[in-house]
DNA sequence: TTGAAAGCGCTAACAT
DNA sequence: ATGTTAGCGCTTTCAA
């Protein structure tokens, strides 16, 4: 038992001023820092603080005008990969910059995600990072505005982070990649080792994420002068699972393909493991691509070519992009560039289907 | 343009109030939900919050003794797999129980944890949680304790998740998972194939979640009457770029060993990519063995066979019993059950080194 | 059912 | 250099 004071009889800073035998803005001008003040005053003041083990309450200073910032990302589950590492950008910057940080999982739920951005403009928090792709839909297009609307109005900020624009006009800070072009490398790379059916495998149908990617991947075929089969592109979900049971399913249905570029890392996984699980090489009887470069890409075997997308930076530039953001300025609206990583899951593959 | 009010011209309670013909009380009582208002106020109160898109100040409400509670969550790095699982069971738990979430990567540094913990102490926060396994020294013990009492002393309460707990006394939950055991029961199994010379790869030396499935091997050797080499035990960190460096160097080394059992499942991957690389078969030449079962584990080949951790339900009982926790009542302290989950890296080895 | 007034814990302008 | 006095935006007695 070391505990001090009586159990959570917080001391304020008029505790202190009495126990120091000054004023409470005394002790809010030794504590604040910079304000000239004599020595013995600060001793005395500070030895009240050390003897009560007082620290200032942060709301009350939050409104009375000093207070530390606060800054807020959303996204659908910490747990994936990609979702991770940007939020690890998130977070690093905000500390740099002094911010606090608030987290929020929707779990794909819009409405946890309208209620959160509720709290935060409550919260005053300086900015709320929405984080990753989503369905584009007019739905959306409307709710989002009215949020990016509702937060400018109390001097926050909306920031979409690997999320798409707005209609122009709306206050928000844009940090994207760019999902079509990777996929149009990826896939142009694929293209180049002589295969002509590839599968396009994963991803949520109405996901901006996935249709960015499909995008590139159909042209990419377009640039060669080909058109890609539309029984050839598969749709699910972005996790491991979705991956092993479409691969799974392809194979069952006897799908011919030589190729494979999943719209993700996860994806691809999954759908390496339903490959081994039929006894296919990879490459040699089938080649496999991803998307994200995770960590992990490097232990699959063979190693995963994919993607490279930033993530970390991206989480980083959506933040300092955010704060620095001056009302009145144009809303700012970043494309950050991808790169392929050649691995070997990808080899040569027959020009004759 | 759609904005409403003028930016960042947040309005108050009282503009609202002015705007309804009422006072300031009445739109609290309205806003605040049970009071007994007439119908014909609220609505001309609704009104009047609707035109002005007003919210409360959610600083000011807490001072005022209404207000959000809160509760944040400490740990080295988000990116980490078995850290992100706990990180949405803990952010998972708070949301429902209507807490608001804050989150601080230490990247390590314990002078961040410290900082952070002040800060969480001036906000007033429910609970601070700390996840993950450290460095158990008497410098640990001390400061940690001090964290809180000193948490303690403003009615908040620290947990420790995922990590050693103090000593007793101490005003702390502390939720574990049994690192020894599940060790133990692994090691077991690749002994019962007829292992007998066991590497046991990566690890800070120092971490007490190296140590406490350290202590597992060793335990699981003894209770078959073997004492393992001490030359088998190889520290680095738990990464995959860890166990791949690790994993060469053993080989380069010579080091003569036919089963691999790793800190972690991040370090295994790295292994079995330098096995790999050396044109070794898993598990037909070296059995590997992970721990955590983060989901990738199913799709390194061959499947790893690895020990599972309930994570997720970690961080969530973090917060459930922290939160439940009623000060003068005893301090809490769980240990949850790991369970090995048999996959393909385990074969039998020859019983004659 | 509603309003006036006090107060939450802090900072800052305004005196001295 | 330090104390006094107003607030900050909200909730909550206390009266009416």
Not at 136 to 143: I, K, L, V
Not at 209 to 228: D, K, N, Q
Not at 233 to 259: C, I, K, N, P, Y
Not at 298 to 313: F, G, I, M, Q, W
């Amino acid at each position: 038992m070391t505990r001090k004071s009586g159990d959570a009889s917080r001391s304020t800073i008029r505790d202190v001023a009495a126990r120091a035998g000054v004023s409470a803005s005394t002790v809010s001008r030794v504590l604040g820092g910079v304000y000239p003040v004599s020595a013995a005053t600060r001793g005395s003041v500070m030895r009240a603080v050390r003897e009560l083990d007082y620290v200032a309450d942060a709301r009350a200073k939050a409104i009375a005008g000093a207070g530390t910032p606060t800054l807020a990302f959303v996204l659908e589950d910490i747990t994936g990969p990609s979702f991770a590492h940007m939020a690890h950008g998130v977070e690093r910057e905000a500390t740099r910059l002094g911010h606090l940080c608030l987290v929020c999982s929707t779990e794909g739920d819009v409405r946890n995600e309208l209620e959160f951005v509720e709290m935060m403009r409550s919260q005053r928090a300086a900015a709320v990072i929405l984080v990753g792709g989503t369905a584009d839909t007019p739905a959306y297009r409307e709710r989002t505005q009215r949020m990016a609307d509702s937060l400018a109005s109390v001097g926050s900020r909306l920031v979409l982070c690997g999320r798409p624009p707005l209609d122009p006009g709306a206050p928000v800070t844009v940090i994207e990649y760019d999902n079509e072009g990777g996929a149009h490398t990826l896939v142009t790379h694929v293209l180049a080792q002589g295969h002509r059916r590839v599968l396009f495998l994963g991803g949520r149908a109405d996901h901006t994420t996935a249709l960015g990617r499909e995008r590139g991947y159909l042209a990419a075929h377009r640039a060669r002068g080909l058109t890609p089969d539309p029984s050839l592109v598969l749709h699910g979900d972005f996790t491991r699972d979705a991956g092993h049971r479409l691969m799974h399913q392809a194979l069952v249905d006897g799908l011919e393909f030589s190729a494979v570029v999943a719209a993700t890392d996860m994806v691809a996984a999954g759908a390496l493991t339903a490959l081994h699980e039929a006894g296919l090489k990879v490459p040699d009887d089938v080649s496999l691509a991803g998307y994200d470069d995770i960590p992990f890409a490097r232990d699959l075997h063979p190693a995963l070519t994919t993607v490279h997308v930033p993530y970390e930076e991206l989480g980083r530039l959506a933040v300092r992009t955010a704060l620095e953001h001056t009302p009145g300025t144009p809303d700012e609206h970043l494309l950050l560039g991808t790169h392929v990583v050649v691995r070997d899951s990808v080899g040569p593959g027959a020009v004759t289907a």
